[in-house]
Structures are given as structure tokens and as C-alpha cells.
């Protein structure tokens, strides 16, 4: 086993150890955390969008937490969905120890590559999510300041978009969708054009306010909510080209093979866990910071203002998700840098826009 193992680490390239066993399952590992982590937020909004149980209340039906009794009171069809979540869980293990098997032959950095490209997407459509959703908002806000959206809706329809339920529903959300599939077409523009987009924002409030005395709530809005898109989308990004504020006083004397390493502890012990933290915290009850806004459809009290401030605290979860998935791919480029893969490149050559 020791000579084994030492054989899977010594350098020579991703063809001498890219089929054995400890590679397979480093490699399943990082897509079931990725997986896991989408699961996650899936179920999340079935438990407390759409009534399913969660693990947590069906392993309590059940007894397998320990109480006594507890599964005679748990009505048939939530207990169904119960298992269907439970399941869900098992079937990702399936679907990573699936793929890595198929592509038994590849060594980590073809899955990195896979992961990045993921968390790129998600990215690429929280960016049209905001984008549409940013400006769709604020041309319902100003109507509506101005008095003009009775004229424009009609008077039913204006007092139903004054309900940030409903526009959520009716506007919000129908357009992230339609960002889903636009992100997935439409690979050449992303994140990093959300920086213009600010500036831009930005410079209206000061053109209209100093020159035309106008101002209005819904102005800061939209820069808060795309300055917020920024800074947390870009994350993932940031961290592929290693643009992140990085204090070391060792690492830059290390060779590649020895910052790989540290690369893939790094994202193993500290990225990953933080992210988890960010999700379990803020996501697993109602009450949770980022779940309660969401389920609420919280708005800002600034009177006439964009009704996004919910969607921010979504952000969080688009931040911890992105993270997450880029961590594995990390992880797994980490591995493959200590094992001198072919392939290594260079920080720089990896953009997320594409």
C-alpha cells in the first residue's frame, strides 16, 4: 500500500497514476461537494418554498435522531418526499463515482477545468439575473415615483406591483430564468462587466442630480444592488486568476509543485468549510439571514425605492455556491500542479466571461 501510494504522488505526469483509486476518489470527492452543495439549495427551496419536509424533520419522523416514537405521526406523502431527499444525496455520490469512472483515464485537471467552467455559468447568469432584474426594477420604480405607472399598467396592476410579492413573482423571477438561459448561450460577457455598469449607474445620479436637481431612492438602489453583484459574483473569479490578497512570507520561495499543495490544503481545510458555514448559517431555517429576506420579499424602507433588497440577500448564497464549486476545482488543480499534470497554466489565462 505505501509503495502504491508513493507511486500515485511522484511526478511523471497525470498517465501514470490517473486510474487509481485515491485519484478516483479525490476527484469524486470534489464533484459530490460541488454537487452536494447545489443539492443544497434545491432543497432548500423545496422545504421552505414549496412545503417538503427536509432531512432534518424526516430524520426526526423516523427516529433515527434518537427521539422515541417519532415516526407514527408523519402524513404518507411528506414521508415520500422525505425519502426523496434523502435519496437525492445518495444519487449525487452515484453521479460523481458515475462520471469518474467513465472518465477513469483523465487526472485532476480536466474535473477542474469542469468545475471552473461550472461555477462560471452560475456566475454568468447571477450577472443577467442582476442586470435584468436591475433594470426591469427601476423602470417600475420610476413609473411608479412619477406617477405614471396607473397610466401605463392600469390601475389593478399598479396597486398589485406595489406588493413586492408579486412583483418578485410576476417580474423578478421569470427573468433569473430567463437568465439561466442566456448565461448558457452567451459566454463572452460576465461578471466584469458589472464594474461598468456601476460606473455608469453611478454617474447618472450625479449628472441628473447636479444639473437637473433630480433624485430619487430607487437611483442608489440600483447602484447598491450592482455594486453588491460585484463584489461577491466576482469572487470565484477573483480567486482561478489568484487575484485575492494573499499574506505570505514562504509561499512565493516555494516551487509549483510545493504551492499546489498548500493550494489544494488551503481550499480543503479552510475554502470549503467557510462556504459551508456561509450556507448551514444563513439557510437552514426560516429565520436564517439569508432565507428570512428571501422568504419575505424584504424591501427597503426608503419609500419609493427598487424592491431588490431580498435578492441581495441571495447574493450570499450565489457568493457561497461559486466558492464552493471553484474550492473543488481548486482543489483539484492544487493536486494536479503537485503532481506536475501537463497543462499547468499560468493565473492569468483564466477568465470567467468565458
Not at 72 to 84: F, V
Not at 192 to 206: D, F, G, K
Amino acid at each position: 500500500m505505501a509503495s502504491q501510494a508513493e507511486a500515485d504522488w511522484s511526478g511523471g505526469g497525470a498517465g501514470s497514476h490517473s486510474g487509481s483509486l485515491w485519484t478516483l476518489f479525490l476527484r469524486g470527492f470534489s464533484w459530490y461537494v460541488a454537487g452536494a452543495a447545489l443539492l443544497y439549495l434545491f432543497n432548500n427551496y423545496l422545504i421552505f418554498w414549496r412545503g417538503w419536509p427536509g432531512l432534518s424533520v424526516f430524520f426526526t419522523y423516523q427516529g433515527w435522531l434518537g427521539e422515541e416514537g417519532a415516526g407514527s405521526g408523519m402524513d404518507p406523502s411528506l414521508a415520500l418526499l422525505g425519502w426523496l431527499q434523502t435519496l437525492s444525496y445518495a444519487a449525487v455520490i452515484l453521479v460523481a463515482a458515475w462520471h469518474v469512472l467513465r472518465t477513469r483515464d483523465e487526472g485532476f485537471r480536466p474535473d477542474s477545468a469542469r468545475l471552473t467552467a461550472l461555477a462560471a455559468y452560475i456566475a454568468r447568469a447571477a450577472f443577467w439575473s442582476v442586470l435584468l432584474v436591475g433594470l426591469a426594477d427601476m423602470v417600475l420604480s420610476f413609473l411608479r415615483v412619477e406617477g405614471l405607472m396607473e397610466a401605463v399598467l392600469g390601475a389593478d396592476l399598479t396597486t398589485e406591483m406595489g406588493r413586492s410579492q408579486f412583483r418578485g413573482s410576476v417580474v423578478h423571477f421569470p427573468l433569473i430564468g430567463l437568465s439561466l438561459v442566456i448565461a448558457f448561450f452567451v459566454r463572452g460577457i460576465g461578471v466584469a462587466w458589472l464594474a461598468m455598469l456601476v460606473v455608469i449607474a453611478e454617474l447618472q445620479i450625479v449628472v441628473l442630480r447636479f444639473i437637473f436637481s433630480y433624485e430619487q431612492a430607487f437611483m442608489g438602489d440600483l447602484v447598491r444592488f450592482w455594486y453588491a453583484a460585484l463584489f461577491l459574483f466576482a469572487s470565484a473569479n477573483t480567486l482561478i486568476v489568484d487575484g485575492h490578497v494573499r499574506v505570505d512570507v514562504l509561499f512565493t520561495r516555494f516551487s509549483p509543485q510545493k504551492k499546489g499543495m498548500v493550494n489544494a490544503l488551503g481550499a480543503l481545510l479552510l475554502g470549503i468549510p467557510l462556504c459551508v458555514v456561509i450556507l448551514t448559517r444563513g439557510m437552514w431555517g426560516k429565520t436564517h439571514i439569508i432565507n428570512s429576506p428571501l422568504l419575505s420579499f424584504e424591501v427597503s424602507q426608503s419609500g419609493f425605492g427598487m424592491y431588490t433588497k431580498y435578492l441581495m440577500a441571495g447574493f450570499l448564497a450565489i457568493f457561497a455556491l461559486t466558492m464552493i464549486i471553484q474550492f473543488a476545482g481548486y482543489f483539484l488543480q492544487g493536486l494536479a500542479d503537485h503532481r506536475d499534470e501537463p497543462g499547468r497554466k499560468e493565473p492569468e489565462s483564466h477568465d470567467m466571461g468565458h
